[in-house]
Structures are given as C-alpha cells and as structure tokens.
C-alpha cells in the first residue's frame, strides 16, 4: 500500500498481529534497493512482531521528493513508527540500511527499543578498505570506469545503474554461483532508481562518521557480519559492537555480506536468541 510520510507516499507493507511488538527495518542499496530484502529477512519476525518494511523516498516504487539524505530517511522512519502508532520500535537495517538503523538510532533514542544490523559501518571508511581488495583480487574482471563512477555517485540514469552494480554481484557472495542471492537482482523486480543513488554517494557516504556518536547508544544492539564480506569487512562490524556498549557481535564463518540468505537458519535463530535475551520476545 502507499502512505503519504512527510509529504511523499511511501511504499509500505506491514505484516505481523497488531498490539505485538514493532520492527522497521530500513532496505539496502540506496538506489538499488527495496522492501524485498528487509521483508525476506525481517518478515519472518512476523509470528511474533509487527514487521514495518517499505521503499524509502526516491526508491523502489515510492516517490522521489528530494532531499535522498540520510536524515531525511531517518525522519521517515520515525513519521513511519509514528504512523503505525508504536512509542519504540526495534530498528534493524543490512549494507546501507544498517547507516540508516545507526542513524535512527542516534536520532531518536528515545523511540529506539533494540537495534538489529548486518553487515554495515559506523563511517565511511569502509570503501577505502573495500576498493583496495577489489583491486587486489583477481577472481572478477571490473570495468573501473563504472566501478569508480558508481561509487562516486556518476551514474547517468537507471538502466546504467543497473549496468554498474551487475559487475560487481559475484564480490558479494562468500560462494557465488550465478543463481542465488545477488543474481537475482538483475530480474525485472528490480527498481534502480538513479537520483537516490548519485544522492548519497555525493552528498551522505563521504560524510558518514557516527563514531562518536555511537557510544551513547544505550539500546541492545545484535552486530552481525559475514566472515568473507568485501564491502563491510568484519573489522567495522567490531568498531560498532566496541562502540556501542549493550551490544552484542556474531560472524557468521561461511556468508559474504548477506549471511541472512547463505546461513538462513542460523541468521534467524541468532536474531530470535537476541530478541528474547533483550525482553522483547517472549
């Protein structure tokens, strides 16, 4: 369904019983992302939650009303929870939708119950480090002009969005076969949406730092990250959990960046375990 939040309608999905406790979960890949991945994911909270995912602005198929910043996504969250008349939620965000968790719940504290990411950073310096083993390896042949005008925010419309990201699918998986995970981006349920995209890799990413803001999180918090990811190498997954004091570290030995899809069972049995250590599963 579409919601009009601050003045843009959004593309929403809401599963899950009423009265039970809320989760928003904030979709990956800026311009290449949307409420997919969070629903595949979170939405098998659903027994027990009430799961809010959606399209952020300039996304997916909600509308594109700049500005594409990562405060402006943060608001929409909490006009989200508003929304749906929850006082806290639980926010959770993989890739780039774990900047956008961290930054809801740097935000609004006081409306952060738990905070659950995945394979993410608290500042921009992951991509120094990411660029330098993308440069090293020599398992996938890289057009640098695209991967250089991706990451600096220089793509010229959708279809070359989709150009640019489709080379680089086989970095993100720890085993990548062609078929599962990345691959299956490059379908026709795929919305790349380049605005969003030049937007927060011109204006947001080089800027990101929430290192000092991190420490004063005071809600439990589950870090996890895939052993083999390229993009958001373990070492900043660590920073986050040395950062944020209630928190709460796994890697997962056998996934790439998104071990939620190559070590399913126990991605979510991780994620039940920290909900109901935290109080907020029975």
Known sequence: MFVEINDVRLNVEV?????????????????????????????QLADKLRVVVFDARGCGQSEAEPPFSHAQWAADMDALREWVGADEVVVAGGSYGGFLAQEYAVAYPERTRA????????????????????????????????????????????????????????????SYDGETHHGQFIGSGMHCRHEAHNWIYRYDQPNYDLTASLPNVTCPTLVTVGRGDWICPVPFSEKIAALIPNSKLVIFEHSGHSPQIEEPEHFQQVMRDFLTESGILA
Not at 15 to 30: K, S
Not at 145 to 163: A, H, N
């Open 15 to 43: 599963l899950g019983p009423e009265g039970a406790p809320v989760l928003i979960a904030h979709h990956g890949g800026g311009g290449i992302g949307s409420l997919s991945e969070p629903k595949a994911t979170f939405g």
């Open 115 to 174: 905070m659950i990411l995945r394979d993410t950073s608290p500042d921009h310096s992951n991509l120094e480090v990411a660029f330098k083993w993308a440069r090293e390896q020599s398992g996938v042949s890289l057009d640098w002009g695209k991967f250089e005008r991706y990451w600096s925010g220089q793509i010229r419309d959708d279809e070359d969005l989709r150009d640019c990201w489709e080379q680089m699918i086989p970095l993100y998986d720890y």
